[in-house]
Each structure stands twice: as structure tokens, then as C-alpha cells.
């Protein structure tokens, strides 16, 4: 049995050096492939007169509709101007976005465009970007550095200020008086704790606004509808309105109100945050009463900021994003010139 | 089977603690109500949301009694759910969207049941690649967006239909769960797995289909996952392939584990398991619907008191302690 079992493993371990040549060679294949193409249009680039701007962009990956839209629009907005766009997409990994940017600098690259995934640990990193000279301009998400001469700029929403919005349109419908309960975003999450300081902050003023259940849906349509009929179950008919954090959780609410045997968006009033194109069929659908937009087309300001800075301007060290507030009125006419 | 009793008295307890607790602090906890023809209440709702945990429950503790595990299940469901919503989209008929996300449920337990019992791969590398790729799968089929289902589509029903009142999904999980355990002790298929996981080389010698018992775990499995991911698309009317099953590898196999089976294999309870999901999703449950005083818990919390109860429940289940206690009983005397 014993010999049975060795001629078993050198077998294994032959198959074994067979299928790692094997993926050997597909990876060289890969990289000659690679090569070949890259040097092919760096030949067509030098061949053209004025070389076009050869912009890094670090995007942190492609885990809801929202980021979607945000990548889709730098992409456009580059191909609009002509840029040379190299889009690394990060899978949720900062070591991922480390490697991007080291990567971006070998290449030379004029400007670095940068979706942090967490807030800290860019300092070394971000320190060789700024040795080699090279812009790096923050997208919608900020990092903690000691030295803020490490980025030029960062282009965002402002969070606690869509927080605010939400709560001064549902302080205005509620006529200053109500019990609301919150779904909030995944705890930790930048959106989710500003989003939460903004809503408290809009509602201080109003003494008969009350905040009486806040859990976390997790940024989730599921959780979001799981949280909801535990809400509506351990106080019937106490509920008066909803906050949700993002839109998704949102529409999680509504089926469980509508489940519940109540009409959302009349017994029970919800307000939420994105204004992504499911947010604005539920609104004209009567079911969703206000979004506050947090816009992620920011590929325009992007590039209006890479643009600038290569042109020796200085920018402001933080640009906000305009989000808007959008309710049922409205919802109707401005539903197809949404782009996400 | 006395063995198997005993195992049972430790998660039984911990439900019942946990039971009391709410009946104490809410005492709506208990309240069943008729809605619109629907059982409504707590402890529906906990069946309910805890049906996929439950399903999957079920599959993983046949592949963790062959001394397995299957992490690609949270996946799978995902993939499912994609496959259903996407095809429904395009026109097919409820008939080929179920079957098309069942195939694939199946086909994914049966590409890791073939790495494992055919090619030898550990399980947990096995089902690792298919939990990474899984997920890109279901987003490759999704664009990376949700895809809504149309509110009156027939397919709903697994979500949201009932029986005599009772919800679609606790009928399924608790059909799969009663079919499983009559299926697994009622002929030898129990013994036989918990033989594979006890000790392979044996069961080989005693002309056990080792290969065939483990390739069927896996595709099971894969069923029960397909089965899950349909449940969860139908709850939301979406196919969601970012979230659909996100981080549910780890709870059922937690569930499992509180069930009192061993996680080096040869030994699995059905019940166990069915107690172990319902207690995780008790907990959840409890946390969200808990009040102090017109507070919530804190969201910081959920986790650690999850986390706590679990240690505290294995803890009191674990060998040592039990060795434990006779020493001290003996020390009082």
C-alpha cells in the first residue's frame, strides 16, 4: 500500500509541475501580449504630435450601481478630452490601490486620480507620488495624513450636509413632529456616521422629532427590509417616518410597509440618500417621498482639477460636490435625464 | 442517539434563554396576527429571515460530516439569484428561471465536489476559488447592478407566498430540513457520511463509494445554496449580486457548529444544525427589536453581542468544560 500511495503522489506532484508550467507559460504568453500592446500604442503615441495626458486612476472596485456610474463617467469624460486613462480597478483592497499608485509612478503618468477604499496608511505611498511630481487629486472619499501637501485636492460630497437636507425636508412634511426611525449604513462607514451626525444635527431644532428605533441595514436592499419589519413589528402603528442611509435600503423599507399591510410613502413618509433611478421610479410610484442626491459623476471636476493643477493653478484643498434634494414633485420630470 | 440528545441540550437551553429574554423586555415578542391571510409576529419572522441560513445550514452539515467545508455558498446564492433575475428579464418563463438557477447551484456543487473528491484539493482551497470567482460571476451575469424583478412575476411567490398562512420560506427550510433527517437516519446515507468524515481510508477498505458520497454532498449543498439565493432574490423582488449571501458561509457553518457537530467530521446532528440557525438568527432578531428606553443598541454592539453569546454557547458545549464540571461537583462534595 505504501508504494501504492508514492507512485500516487509522484503522480500528483508530476500533474502538479505539468500544470504549473503550463501556467507558466500562459503568464508569459500574458505579459508578451501585454507588452506588445503597450508598445504598440506608445509608438502611436509618439507618432502623434502633441502627446495626450496620461491620467492613473485608482478606483476602488465595482460594488454598487453608484461607483459604476462614478467610473463610467471619469472613463467618458477622458475620452471626452482625450486623456489616456489607466483604470485599475482595486477589488476593495487598499494594498491593491498601493500597488496601482507605485505602478501609475513607474509609468510616469501626469496625474493620479485617487478613490481611497480606507482613510489611513497613504502616507508612504502618497509621499513617492509627490518626490516623482505627480498630482494626485481624492475622489469622494478623504484620507488622514500628516502633511495634506500630499494630495492637491480632494472633489466629494459633503455627508453631514446630505444628512441635514434629509432632515430639514422631513422636519418640513412632518409638520416638526414625529416618531422616525433610521436605517443606517454600515457602522464605521464615512457616509454612514456623517450621514447620522448630519440627520441629528437638522432635526436638534425640532423638539416633537424624535429618533426612536436606529439600526443598521448595512447598505443593503435585504437588510434594509429586515430591519424595517422588525421596526414595524416591535411598535405597531408608532412609526411615522423613515431615514435611510442610502436608497437601497430604502426600497428594502417599502416592501416591508407594504407587507405590513400600509401604504409607504403615505402612512409612513421615507426620506433617503443617493437619488439613484430605482429611488426615482419608487418616488413616482408614490412610494418614496425625498432623496438627496450624492452625485457621483465627478468626472468633469476631475479633470477640471487635473487640468488646472498641470497648468500651474492652485486649487482649494477640498471641493464640494452640489448635491440637490430631490421629492415627488419634482421626480417625474427630471426621472429620465438621470444618468445612474 | 443518546449521544446526539445530549448535544441538543445545550443549544436548547441557549434558545430558551434567549426566548425568555425577549418575553420579558417585549412581551409582543410571542404575538402571532393574521394580516392580509399572513402569519405576522416575531417568531415567524425569524423563521422567515432565517430560512437561507437555514438551507444552508442543512447542506453544510452533510459536507462538514465528510470532514469538509463549503465556502463558496454565500456565492452560489448570489449567482442563483443573478441567473434567475437576468433570464426573467430577458422573457424566459418562470419554469426555465428556477431550473436554470437550481442547474447552476447544482453545477457549482459539482465542480467543487469534483476538485475535492476527484482532482484532491483541500476543501477549503477548493471552495475558496468559487467563493472569489462566484461573486465576479454573479456580478459578470448582473453588470454589477441590481436587477429588479417584476412585482407580479410568479417567481415571488418563494419569497413572499404562504401556505395555510404560513411564509413560503420556513415551509421550504423546514420541508428541506425534515426530508434531510428522514433521508439521512432513516437509511444508512447518515452513517455513510459520517464514516467518510470519520475516517476515509476505513470506509474505502469497507467498499463505501467514498467519491460518489462526497461529490454528492457538495452538488446537495450547491442545490440548497441555489435554493437560498432564489428565496433572498424573491424577499426583495431584486437579484442583488453585490450583497446576496454576503458573509452567510460563516454563519451557517457557525450554525452547524452550535448544533454540536464536530468540524473535523464523522459526526453531524440535522436538528443541531436547525436549532444552531434558528438561535443565530434569534439573536439578530432580538438585537434589532430590543428597546432601552426609547434607544436602540448601539450598531457598534450587534456584532460583539453576537459574538459573545456564540463564544459563551461553544464554550459550555466544549470537552473541557464538561470535564470541567464532574471536578468542581466532586471538589463541592
Redesign the interface.
Known sequence: MPRNASTRSRDGSRRRHASVLLLTCAAIAACVFAFASCSKKSSSDSGSESKPLVVGFSQIGAESSWRTAETKSIRDEAKKRGVDLRLYDAQQKQENQIKAINSFIAQRVDAIILAPVVETGWEPVLTQAKAAGIPVILVDRGVKVSDDSLYTTLIASDFVAEGRMAAQWLAKALNGAGNIVELQGTPGSAPASDRKKGFEEGIAPHAGLKITRSQTGEFTRAKGKEVMEAFLKAAPGQVNAVYAHNDDMALGAIQAIEEAGLKPGTDILIVSIDGVRAAFEAMVAGKLNCTVECNPLLGPAAFDAVEMVLAGETLPKNIVVQDRVFDQSTAAEVIDSREY | MREIGRHLLWPLAALAILLAFNALR?P?FFHLRL??G?L???MI?ILN?GAPVLLLALGMTLVIGTGGIDLSVGAVMAVAGAVAADLLHSGASTATALAAAVGAGLAAGLWNGSLIALV?LSPIVATLILMVAGRGIA?LVS????I?IAPDAAILAIG?GTVLGLPFPVLIALGAAAALAGVARLTSLGLFIECVGGNEQASRYAGLAVRSIRLAAYALMGVLAAIAGLI?AA????A?A???G?YLELDSILAVVIGGAALTGGRFSIAGSLLGAIIIQTI??S???A?FG?R??P??L?LIIKATFVLALCLVQSSEWRRWRPLRRSAAA
Open positions: 417585549d409582543a394580516v392580509e399572513r405576522t409576529g416575531a419572522d429571515q484532491g456580478q453588470n454589477g447592478e441590481i429588479d413572499r433572498d424577499d426583495i423582488a431584486a442583488d453585490n450583497n446576496c454576503l439578530s432578531t438585537i434589532l427589536r428597546d426609547g436602540s443598541v450598531v457598534e450587534n
